[in-house]
Nanobody, 123 residues
Framework: QVQLVESGGGLVQAGGSLRLSCAAS????????MGWYRQGPGKQRELVAT???????NYADSVKGRFTISRDNAKNTVSLQMNSLKPEDTAVYYC?????????????????WGQGTQVTVSS
């Protein structure tokens, strides 16, 4: 139906930077919001940042001023530039997309998730 493939996670020292990318593919008619969520060890999944098709962004307070989300509507991709990383940013990061999909002659709504990519920030 819809596949979300993430890339760009890894290990970085505190203060460093990483860039995550996510590409959506499949029977896509349109994509409304795209975003990133994360789940740290022993924690619930939480919102990191989202961006609408019109470019409106929303960030968790903990990442404001350090992370920047962007998307390419033509390519169905979303990226997260993460600067000034802190050990508390360590988590599995998940790409999310709210997609209107084509099902035969109909359209349906689909909330898609990527498989997750590990980000580890060492102190």
């Amino acid at each position: 139906q819809v596949q979300l493939v993430e890339s760009g996670g890894g290990l970085v020292q505190a203060g460093g930077s990483l860039r995550l990318s996510c590409a959506a593919s499949g029977s896509i008619f349109s994509i409304n919001a795209m975003g990133w969520y994360r789940q740290g060890p022993g924690k619930q999944r939480e919102l990191v940042a989202t961006v609408t098709s019109g470019g409106r962004t929303n960030y968790a307070d903990s990442v404001k001023g350090r992370f920047t989300i962007s998307r390419d509507n033509a390519k169905n991709t979303v990226s997260l530039q993460m600067n000034s990383l802190k050990p508390e940013d360590t988590a599995v990061y998940y790409c999310n997309a709210r997609v209107r999909v084509v099902k035969g002659t109909l359209l349906d709504d689909y909330n898609g998730w990527g498989q997750g990519t590990q980000v580890t920030v060492s102190s």
